[in-house]
T-cell receptor
C-alpha cells in the first residue's frame, strides 16, 4: 500500500493571499486529519474529516477550511494568510476515526508567509 | 482540557546508554496514548501505543507503560543506538477525532 503524500513540498506566499495544500491518504483510509506544526513545537490539530464531512475541529479560525474527496484525497485551504501561518502542515490518514486508530503522517508542506 | 507535557530537550546520550523521556498527560476518562518519532527529514511515524491502563506498548526496543495512577506514559529504551537520534512526540487521543501532541524531545546519540 502506498503511503500518505502531500503537495507541494514547499510554498512561499505573501500576507493576505490564499493557499491550498493537498494530501493523498492511504487507500481505504476514510479519515484524514490536518495539523499545523510551528518550528520547535508539536503538531496542533486543525480539523478532521471522516467520509467527506468535518468530524472535529481544533482552535483555528474559520479561514482554515478543508475538503475531503471520495478518492482519498483532501485539501486544506487557508484564506487571508498571516505571518503566523508560517509552519509545517501535516496531514494524517487513519483507517477509521476511533481513538485507538493509528494515524499515518505525510511528510508535510512547509508554508512560508512573507 | 486535554493536554500532554513531555520533558524538554535536547537530550544527548552516548551509544548504549539508557533512555527515559518523561511524558505526563491531563485528560478525563481513559485516553489512548502514543509515542511518535520524527527522524531527520522524514514525517512522523508511530513508535508505539497503549489504549488502556497498565498496557505496555513496545517496538524497536522502546517501551512505555500506561500508568493511570500517575497519568504518565514515559518512553524507555535500555540501550540506545546512533540510529535512534530523532525527535520524539508523546500524544493522546480521547475521542479519536482529535490528537494532542507534546512539544517534542530531541534525542541525539553519539558514538
Amino acid at each position: 500500500e502506498t503511503g500518505v503524500t502531500q503537495s507541494p513540498t514547499h510554498l512561499i506566499k505573501t500576507r493576505g493571499q490564499q493557499v491550498t495544500l493537498r494530501c493523498s491518504s492511504q487507500s481505504g483510509h476514510n479519515t484524514v486529519s490536518w495539523y499545523q506544526q510551528a518550528l520547535g513545537q508539536g503538531p496542533q490539530f486543525i480539523f478532521q474529516y471522516y467520509r467527506e464531512e468535518e468530524n472535529g475541529r481544533g482552535n483555528f479560525p474559520p479561514r482554515f477550511s478543508g475538503l475531503q474527496f471520495p478518492n482519498y484525497s483532501s485539501e486544506l485551504n487557508v484564506n487571508a494568510l498571516e505571518l503566523d501561518d508560517s509552519a509545517l502542515y501535516l496531514c494524517a490518514s487513519s483507517l477509521d476515526r476511533g481513538s485507538t486508530d493509528t494515524q499515518y503522517f505525510g511528510p508535510g508542506t512547509r508554508l512560508t508567509v512573507l | 482540557g486535554n493536554s500532554v507535557t513531555q520533558m524538554e530537550g535536547p537530550v544527548t546520550l552516548s551509544e548504549e546508554a539508557f533512555l527515559t523521556i518523561n511524558c505526563t498527560y491531563t485528560a478525563t476518562g481513559y485516553p489512548s496514548l502514543f509515542w511518535y518519532v520524527q527522524y531527520p527529514g522524514e514525517g512522523l511515524q508511530l513508535l508505539l501505543k497503549a489504549t488502556k491502563a497498565d498496557d505496555k506498548g513496545s517496538n524497536k526496543g522502546f517501551e512505555a507503560t500506561y500508568r493511570k495512577e500517575t497519568t504518565s506514559f514515559h518512553l524507555e529504551k535500555g540501550s540506545v543506538q546512533v540510529s535512534d537520534s530523532a525527535v520524539y512526540f508523546c500524544a493522546l487521543s480521547k475521542t479519536g477525532n482529535q490528537f494532542y501532541f507534546g512539544t517534542g524531545t530531541s534525542l541525539t546519540v553519539i558514538p
